[in-house]
């Protein structure tokens, strides 16, 4: 199936500092991609949606100044949890969709925010 | 409201044992419904989708029963074995649109 690289996928910062995690698709052309929150032993929180060359959909309650997304290609999406807090710190994982092909989603491995 | 609604919460099963997981939904345009398998500290990985045009899809030891009229679809894992210990998440969506998960399942086997 097709791979979805994200990166790092352990990062542990200080409070007010910011952190950047990338989103790759390796192999296809991803249009959309999505980012989400997961906390322990929970389901997936879809946090926005992001289309290649747009603006990011945020969903409700989800601060766009505090998570920035830009999806500056075709093949790779940032988000940028700004000004950490402990209460950021969570399981953030990005997806993409092969929308051109198959529409199936795929999964990056996950990034690890801990901030101390 | 939860567009998909999946249960059972947890699962515990002898090795070699059939479990089932099931998820129902509401909305009649969705026409894709992937069932994720994920690891702790992993992210999800597709294991097997279905389209609403057939009631079942084997691959492996993995088969998704697909009820169009009732709305629900299911997971079932054939022999199961200990290395299948995981969360399991079933989805829906319009193709091209976004995903609607279930809130999971956490599967043990037991050896």
């Known amino acids: 199936g097709a791979v979805v690289s994200q990166h790092p996928s352990r990062v542990i910062c200080k409070s007010g500092t910011s952190v950047k995690i990338e989103c790759r698709s390796l192999?296809?052309?991803?249009?959309?991609m999505f980012w989400y929150r997961q906390f322990p032993k929970q389901s997936l929180m879809l946090m926005a949606t992001s289309n290649e060359g747009s603006k990011a959909t945020y969903e409700q309650g989800v601060e766009k100044d505090k998570f920035l997304i830009n999806h500056a290609s075709l093949t790779l999406s940032t988000l940028t949890v700004t000004s950490a807090h402990p209460e950021d710190s969570s399981f953030y994982i990005c997806?993409?969709?092969?929308?051109?092909?198959?529409?199936?989603?795929?999964f990056g491995e996950g990034s690890r925010l801990t901030v101390l | 409201q939860q567009q998909v609604k999946q249960s059972p919460q947890s699962l515990i099963v002898q090795k070699g044992g059939i479990p089932i997981i099931n998820c129902a939904y509401e909305?009649?345009?969705?026409?894709?419904f992937p069932w994720y398998q994920q690891f702790p500290g992993k992210g999800p990985a597709l294991l097997i989708a279905?389209?609403?045009?057939?009631s079942e899809k084997k691959e492996g030891r993995f088969t998704i029963s697909f009820n169009k009229s009732a709305k629900q679809f299911s997971l079932h894992i054939m022999d199961s074995q200990p290395g299948d210990s995981a969360t399991y998440f079933c989805?829906?969506?319009?193709?091209?649109?976004?995903?609607?998960f279930g809130t999971g399942t956490s599967l043990t086997v037991i050896p």
């Open positions: 279905i389209r609403p045009d057939v």
């Open positions: 997806s993409a969709t092969d929308r051109g092909h198959t529409g199936e989603l795929f």
């Open positions: 989805a829906a969506t319009n193709t091209g649109n976004q995903f609607y």
């Open positions: 909305n009649t345009a969705f026409d894709y």
């Open positions: 192999d296809f052309q991803a249009t959309t």
